[in-house]
């Protein structure tokens, strides 16, 4: 995106530490901070299954509200 830390960290409205925390897997990082960090890149947290067959349900769903 070509912008800073510092000014990703604004844009998101974050603290430049609590990104820098976000980025290298430190600290606690609530799932709020985390999806407003990941928002702008077009992202948002969340949990799969791990099981191949239950993952390829949920995506198919997933696909079929686009």
Do not use: H, I, W
Not at 15 to 34: C, F, H, I, P, Y
């Amino acid at each position: 995106m070509g912008l800073s830390q510092q000014a990703y960290a604004d844009l998101v409205g974050v603290s430049r530490r609590t990104l820098l925390d976000l980025e290298q897997g430190k600290g606690n990082v609530s799932l709020a901070v985390m999806n407003r960090a990941f928002r702008p890149l077009g992202l948002k947290v969340g949990l799969l299954p791990r099981q191949p067959a239950l993952l390829e349900k949920v995506l198919a769903l997933t696909n079929s509200f686009s």
